[in-house]
């Protein structure tokens, strides 16, 4: 399996400093301050890429277990709200999953929905950490 890489330069103090991140991939770069961290900055965050890798990763696994028993889904929209408080500290992630899986129940699906947060490489990196909320369910 590949090591993936990324890298972030910070200048300055915390408050007047400013960074750039980059993704070895090429896919993003940017800039982020502490204004966009704690206020209404428009860069980037650690929060929300932590946000974007557990959302992504979620969906990936979940469509894996599905995939694995049978019912392959057609489309699985993951978003994640990460919450950050006072610390600061991480707190709390909810994922919010809405999935289209013909020919499927909802409880299964909630025990497939289940498995995949439990094992889904970003959840379990970040397991012993903030609390994870699980909200899915099927659309049509």
Not at 53 to 79: E, G, Q, W
Not at 102 to 109: I, W
Request: with cysteine.
């Amino acid at each position: 399996m590949p090591i993936r890489h990324a890298q972030a330069q910070w200048q300055g103090t915390l408050k007047e400093g400013a960074g750039t991140l980059k993704l070895e991939s090429g896919a993003f770069e940017g800039p982020y301050t502490w204004a966009d961290r704690f206020a209404d900055g428009g860069g980037a965050n650690p929060e929300e890429l932590i946000g974007a890798a557990h959302a992504s990763c979620y969906s990936m696994f979940l469509s894996a277990v599905l995939t694995r028993n049978k019912v392959p889904p057609t489309r699985i929209d993951t978003s994640a709200a990460v919450h950050l408080e006072d610390g600061p500290t991480i707190t709390r992630i909810v994922l919010d999953v809405e999935a289209v899986v013909p020919g499927l129940d909802e409880a299964t699906f909630q025990e497939y929905a289940a498995e995949a947060k439990a094992k889904c490489p970003v959840s379990k990196a970040l397991a012993g950490g903030p609390e994870i909320v699980l909200n899915a369910r099927l659309v049509d």
